[in-house]
């Protein structure tokens, strides 16, 4: 042990990591305080935002806008929603792609690079138009997703088909 290395890093020091980190603190209880005190709540919903995937992908846009305070604050605020919970636990569970399985219980439950892929482009949605977790938000983030995948998938094909001329 004693041989490891530590990199000198301003991680614990950085004003803009410690802002995002205080703001996704208060989405956290944004979104249990939104269900405090209400009966028949989902077991789950007041801890959507501690999904491993929801954390990733909302620290993932918070990273990538850092240098757009117009949508970075867009994206901060979203714990400001009014009259609902900010994460719209509710819809993301009714957010589906017509390839996944029946078992997919909705968007913001797995922890795989799909979920974390369709949370990313939701909350850079959110940051773009700042009005919040809606289903067709939720709908449009899952398309843009696999349309991402699609256009990805055809760049491969196309290097394929370039390399096999080049032989």
């Known amino acids: 042990m004693g041989n490891l290395k530590t990199k ?3 991680l614990w020091t950085d004003a803009a990591l410690i802002t995002a980190a205080q703001e996704f603190v208060a989405l956290v209880q944004a979104q249990r305080d939104a269900f405090k005190g209400k ?7 007041p801890d959507k ?3 491993i ?3 990733a ?3 993932f846009v918070a990273g990538m806008l850092r240098n757009n305070g117009v949508r970075l604050k867009r994206h901060f605020d979203l714990r400001l929603a009014k009259g609902k919970d900010p994460l719209n636990a509710g819809a993301l ?3 589906q792609h017509k390839t996944d399985p029946d ?3 909705g968007l913001g439950y797995r922890t795989d690079a799909k979920e974390r ?3 990313v482009e939701l909350f850079y949605l959110q940051a773009d138009n700042g009005e919040g977790i809606t289903p067709s938000a939720i709908d449009i983030a899952i398309q843009e997703y696999h349309i991402k995948l699609l256009r990805i998938e055809a760049e491969k094909t196309k290097e394929k088909a370039k390399a096999k001329k080049t032989q």
């Open 49 to 51: 935002a501690m999904n």
């Open 93 to 95: 569970a009714k957010g």
């Open 53 to 55: 995937a929801v954390m």
């Open 57 to 59: 992908a909302w620290a």
């Open 103 to 105: 078992t997919y219980r």
């Open 39 to 45: 009966k028949g709540v989902k077991v789950d919903f």
């Open 8 to 10: 000198k890093s301003d």
């Open 117 to 119: 892929g369709r949370l």
